[in-house]
């Protein structure tokens, strides 16, 4: 009988390689869906489709009963207003919590896909899974906050809770690339670029985190790839190998106070006019943070093989791959 998989956010830029890579290992997947706009295309990458969202208890039981593993991918980066990181992270993350609980004796697995901002800037230096949190952007605290919520459910019913702090993750399209602002000479980020940033090939990410939901091996695990460039080293790479301008950052023609206010005017501007934000507060710190992640655990414990350990090779095949 078919392993059985429920995925939430399997419409997003990690959720649908992994709802790919889950069907074509298998699996029976099953996809939380809010969208009907998005519902087609995730049925073409061999899914089975429940409609509703995260805060329907009635609809996530019904994902969950049926389900083995359970993927919890949902969520966001999103600036003031209503529809904020609290609601989309924590909140999101409370009902699906309390009802894994119910079902925890049965679960083989529950993988949580949260993030390196938890672990805030440590100007540059290398953390593991043993060091502390310290979010400093909303995103990063409602994503800490979520981990609380799972992992006291983990504590009070044995189920087998897998957080993966996943870095930035770059491929074909997605959005940390800037590959069509690069190549339209656009691209303008803050900070100067000298910060470290750790990134992700998806296919790595997805690899990971199946190999993680496989082993058996509860806990936190630092998703990531070994190398850690530069913000600069980075888009200076995506240039390279896709044509175009490259990034111009901010703090050379705009001192930071003025960037923090341009950010809080677009938050309540966007908010008001119940938009998402382009850029907000938390986008400037998470794009000027630094950091390095430890991801000993993972080649020590699985073994695990990079398909791209270095940018420069990831790159290179994701604008060709797009191509």
Known sequence: MA??????????????????ALAAAGHDVTVLVRDPAQAQAVAADGARLLTG???????????????????????????AGKV??????????????????????????????????????????????????????????????AEGLLGDVAAATGLRLHVARIAAAYGPGLRFMQEDRIRAGRAWLPGEGRNRVPVIHVDDCVAALMAIAASGSPGLWNVSSPGTPTLAEFYAAVTAAGGGKPVRFWSTWIPSAIQVAIAEQNERVMAGMGRKPRFTNDNLRLFTASVRLRVDRLEKELGFVWRHPEHVGGIGASISRRA
Not at 3 to 17: L, N, Y
Not at 98 to 119: D, N, P, W
């Open 84 to 145: 904020d990181a609290d609601r989309l992270n924590r909140v999101g993350t409370e009902a699906l919590a309390a009802i894994a609980g119910k079902y925890a004796e049965r679960l083989r697995s529950f993988t949580f896909a949260s993030t390196c901002a938890v672990y805030g800037d440590r100007s540059g230096l290398w953390v593991g899974e043993e060091h502390p949190p310290a979010p400093q952007t909303e995103y990063g605290r409602a994503k800490l906050a």
């Open 3 to 20: 392993e059985r998989s429920f995925v939430t956010g399997g419409t997003g830029q990690i959720g649908r390689p992994l709802v790919r």
């Open 53 to 79: 969202h995260l805060e329907e208890a009635a609809v996530i039981e019904r994902g969950v009963a049926e389900a083995d593993h359970v993927w919890h991918l949902a969520g966001g980066l999103r600036g």
